[in-house]
């Protein structure tokens, strides 16, 4: 099991940067795919972007462009760097480590989950 613990939430103006980051403990975090979603009060969770083991990535479309997801498997640490943020940006963003080597857009598809990180952009 992986236990997960995000950091990099916060308050930004429309238009600004914020980067997440998801610190992983276990053995296991170079060989599975990692992934972030995010929740709206009211609303389901929601896929963000993904990370396949060796690289690969994938993002919904609302947020191609602006947002980049990374790893750095030396650090078991996955980044979610957001920028041209938006209000409609605002959420309780999660990060998720997946059951395999590579990503599925699916809740399912990931077995342990952080905690949240808030993020609020003002208009």
């Known amino acids: 099991q992986v236990q997960l613990v995000e950091s990099g939430g916060g308050l930004v103006q429309a238009g600004g940067s914020l980067r997440l980051s998801c610190a992983a403990s276990?053995?296991?975090?170079?060989?599975?795919?990692m992934g972030w979603f995010r929740q709206v009060p009211g609303k389901e969770r929601e896929f963000v972007a993904a990370i396949n083991y060796n690289g690969g990535t994938h993002y919904t479309g609302s947020v191609q462009g602006r947002f980049t997801i990374s790893r750095d498997n030396a650090k078991n640490t996955v980044y979610l760097q957001m920028n041209s943020l938006k209000p409609e940006d605002t959420a309780v963003y999660y990060c998720?480590?997946?059951?395999?080597?590579?990503?599925?857009?699916?809740?399912?598809?990931?077995?342990?989950w952080g905690q949240g990180t808030q993020v609020t952009i003002s208009s």
């Open positions: 276990g053995r296991t975090f170079s060989s599975v795919a």
């Open positions: 998720a480590a997946g059951r395999g080597a590579y990503y599925s857009i699916s809740e399912s598809s990931f077995s342990s």
